[in-house]
């Protein structure tokens, strides 16, 4: 199943310009897409456009085609469309539905809202606990946990919607590397298990190490769009606003410094 | 689909969903906990007097806490909640009580009467019995039990979301606070001395918690949009509490002796 967007344009209600102009996107099954850019770039309103939930619950204005496997999904009701792309955003706490007690009852808090056959939740809910590695948690109130562990117990209430794609906006912005670090190794091995994953990063570090697609968003447009390792050595990202990955300022710093070959052994 | 084809685990509905509560009492449907509590605050107003008010604080209050085991947390909490009312009404009733003659002592331009303070302790009681209700259902119930009840019998679940959440919501606010304060008095705001500097210390606290929950309530839209809130149609419960048949009965015989009692009151049968 793949999600496409083709020639996406979208103004925010009583805006000016739009803040997406003219976006192209193809996300396929096992694939991770990252984007990143500079602040106000539009990677959020990429997000929301992508899950669904801008205009829906946003408002504004969209043209353009967005489809699922070819199937325009303009008519969907959000709650149809939360069942094929899930989202998931920076700040854990808010992800939390805020009524449920236990890791396990806020997993299962998405599902229970499309009135599945009770065993079907429960195993949906092992399942997206089992995938995540947190299982362990599931007896635990979600409001006592880290901010990487909610986080992981978010994307497990999105997985557990079952979605064929995930849309990830700077889910590790308020984590610690601990943190950061536990979510990258699961969006990795969702991306294994088959899961099309669009992340919107600062952290060029994770992209990096998770997305094998880079796109680079600029006023609202795509500016540089290619492999992610070749988009990450751009010498342009720093005047985009992105900062260049680690390994990227290093391997910099060491032929600036002369020693550039001794560092590729 | 993500993270479902390589896992299906065959586990069941986990046993700590609906763990039974240490008592006999805390294992109440907690709809009769939220009945005996109802009932036994109306029927602390209607009652007049003394005698009945202390009669029934005793039987449905403070009994029910000492088999929940839960008696000194109870007259800690629901003393500290009534508190500042109780005070005021007790002192107000006291020095100012409308047409009375018997004084009990003058302190400077206020006097003490004993019908004041006859009713100033009837008022005092009803406010304990009222918060002695309230406190006991909390102490031994989970709001999340009753709204799921509640749902069950067939309450719409955007309403139990609504009162479920804006219960949560008071500790979370709580924690958003604490952390607050800490990170103010980081910079230097002194939110401790004199009362004076304590009520400053409150405003630049008071700010950032009631912005920083509006600024979140978009993005709390937003997520329970994807994970299918708005869907038409009912849930799937995963669990309720237990209910009996007996305990069907008790509620019902609560609120009949509950419109008897007002019956008797309002007919003048009984003073």
Same mark, same amino acid.
């Given at each position: 199943?793949? =999600?496409? =967007?083709?020639?996406?344009?979208?103004?925010?209600?009583?805006?000016?310009?739009?803040? *997406?102009?003219?976006?192209?996107?193809? =996300?396929?099954?096992?694939?991770?897409?990252?984007?990143?850019?500079?602040?106000?770039?539009?990677?959020?309103?990429?997000?929301?456009?992508?899950?669904?939930?801008?205009?829906?619950?946003?408002?504004?204005?969209?043209?353009?085609?967005?489809?699922?496997?070819?199937?325009?999904?303009?008519?969907?009701?959000?709650?149809?469309?939360?069942?094929?792309?899930?989202?998931?955003?920076?700040?854990?706490?808010?992800?939390?539905?805020?009524?449920?007690?236990?890791?396990?009852?806020?997993?299962?808090?998405?599902?229970?809202?499309?009135?599945?056959?009770?065993?079907?939740?429960?195993?949906?809910?092992?399942?997206?606990?089992?995938?995540?590695?947190?299982?362990?948690?599931?007896?635990?109130?979600?409001?006592? =946990?880290?901010?990487?562990?909610?986080?992981?117990?978010?994307?497990?209430?999105?997985?557990?919607?079952?979605?064929?794609?995930?849309?990830?906006?700077?889910?590790?912005?308020?984590?610690?590397?601990?943190?950061?670090?536990?979510?990258?190794?699961?969006?990795?091995?969702?991306?294994?298990?088959?899961?099309?994953?669009?992340?919107?990063?600062?952290?060029?570090?994770?992209?990096?190490?998770?997305?094998?697609?880079?796109?680079?968003?600029?006023?609202?447009?795509?500016?540089?769009?290619?492999?992610?390792?070749?988009?990450?050595?751009?010498?342009?990202?720093?005047? *985009?606003?992105?900062?260049?990955?680690?390994?990227?300022?290093?391997?910099?710093?060491?032929?600036?410094?002369?020693?550039?070959?001794?560092?590729?052994? | 689909?993500?993270?479902? $084809?390589?896992?299906?685990?065959?586990?069941?509905?986990?046993?700590?969903?609906?763990?039974?509560?240490?008592?006999?009492?805390?294992?109440?449907?907690?709809?009769?906990?939220?009945?005996?509590?109802?009932?036994?605050?109306?029927?602390?107003?209607?009652?007049?007097?003394?005698?009945?008010?202390?009669?029934?604080?005793?039987?449905?209050?403070?009994?029910?806490?000492?088999?929940?085991?839960?008696?000194?947390?109870?007259?800690?909490?629901?003393?500290?909640?009534?508190?500042?009312?109780? /005070?005021?009404?007790?002192?107000?009733?006291?020095?100012?009580?409308?047409?009375?003659?018997?004084?009990?002592?003058?302190?400077?331009?206020?006097?003490?009467?004993?019908?004041?303070?006859?009713?100033?302790?009837?008022?005092?009681?009803?406010?304990?019995?009222?918060?002695?209700?309230?406190?006991?259902?909390?102490?031994?119930?989970?709001?999340?039990?009753? /709204?799921? $009840?509640?749902?069950?019998?067939?309450?719409?679940?955007?309403?139990?979301?609504?009162?479920?959440?804006?219960?949560?919501? /008071?500790?979370?606010?709580?924690?958003?606070?604490?952390?607050?304060?800490?990170?103010?008095?980081?910079?230097?705001?002194?939110?401790?001395?004199?009362?004076?500097?304590?009520?400053?210390?409150?405003?630049?606290?008071?700010?950032?918690?009631?912005?920083?929950?509006?600024?979140? /309530?978009?993005?709390?839209?937003?997520?329970?949009?994807?994970?299918?809130?708005?869907?038409?149609?009912?849930?799937?419960?995963?669990?309720?509490?237990?209910?009996?048949?007996?305990?069907?009965?008790?509620?019902?015989?609560?609120?009949?002796?509950?419109?008897?009692?007002?019956?008797?009151?309002?007919?003048?049968?009984?003073?």
């Amino acid at each position: 199943m793949t =999600l496409s =967007l083709a020639g996406v344009g979208y103004r925010y209600a009583g805006a000016s310009r739009p803040s *997406l102009d003219d976006i192209d996107l193809e =996300l396929p099954e096992g694939v991770v897409v990252g984007v990143a850019g500079a602040s106000e770039a539009g990677k959020t309103t990429l997000c929301l456009v992508a899950s669904g939930l801008a205009p829906r619950t946003v408002g504004g204005q969209i043209r353009g085609r967005i489809t699922l496997d070819g199937e325009e999904v303009d008519a969907w009701p959000m709650h149809r469309l939360s069942q094929r792309i899930g989202i998931g955003f920076q700040n854990p706490a808010t992800q939390l539905s805020q009524v449920a007690s236990t890791v396990f009852e806020e997993v299962a808090f998405g599902p229970m809202n499309l009135g599945l056959e009770r065993d079907e939740v429960v195993t949906r809910t092992w399942d997206a606990l089992a995938t995540m590695g947190i299982d362990g948690l599931a007896d635990r109130d979600p409001r006592h =946990l880290s901010g990487g562990q909610q986080q992981l117990v978010a994307i497990a209430g999105l997985l557990a919607m079952r979605p064929a794609h995930l849309v990830l906006d700077e889910p590790t912005a308020q984590l610690d590397p601990a943190g950061t670090r536990l979510v990258a190794d699961a969006i990795a091995r969702l991306a294994r298990d088959g899961a099309g994953i669009l992340v919107a990063e600062q952290k060029t570090d994770l992209i990096a190490a998770v997305a094998s697609t880079l796109i680079v968003l600029a006023d609202g447009r795509v500016v540089l769009r290619g492999p992610a390792a070749e988009v990450l050595a751009d010498p342009r990202l720093p005047e *985009l606003g992105v900062p260049q990955p680690s390994a990227v300022r290093l391997e910099l710093a060491a032929v600036a410094a002369g020693v550039g070959e001794a560092l590729h052994g | 689909m993500a993270g479902s $084809d390589q896992l299906t685990v065959e586990r069941g509905v986990p046993d700590f969903l609906g763990r039974p509560g240490p008592t006999a009492f805390h294992r109440l449907n907690p709809l009769t906990k939220a009945t005996l509590a109802t009932m036994t605050a109306i029927a602390a107003v209607v009652l007049g007097g003394l005698l009945g008010p202390i009669v029934l604080v005793t039987c449905a209050v403070l009994l029910p806490a000492l088999v929940a085991g839960v008696f000194r947390q109870l007259v800690r909490t629901a003393g500290l909640l009534a508190l500042p009312i109780a /005070v005021s009404a007790f002192v107000v009733n006291l020095f100012f009580f409308p047409g009375a003659q018997q004084v009990l002592v003058r302190i400077g331009p206020v006097t003490a009467t004993a019908e004041g303070l006859a009713f100033a302790l009837e008022i005092l009681v009803r406010i304990l019995t009222i918060s002695g209700a309230v406190t006991l259902f909390y102490l031994t119930t989970r709001p999340a039990d009753l /709204v799921l $009840d509640l749902e069950r019998r067939g309450i719409s679940p955007r309403v139990a979301f609504v009162a479920n959440a804006s219960v949560q919501t /008071v500790p979370a606010m709580v924690d958003r606070a604490a952390q607050i304060t800490a990170a103010q008095r980081a910079r230097g705001l002194d939110t401790e001395g004199s009362l004076w500097r304590r009520i400053r210390g409150v405003l630049p606290i008071v700010g950032p918690v009631i912005l920083g929950s509006i600024a979140e /309530v978009e993005e709390r839209t937003m997520a329970l949009e994807a994970r299918g809130f708005t869907r038409p149609g009912r849930r799937t419960l995963l669990w309720a509490p237990s209910d009996s048949a007996m305990e069907g009965i008790l509620r019902w015989g609560m609120l009949l002796a509950l419109v008897a009692l007002i019956a008797v009151r309002m007919t003048g049968t009984w003073r």
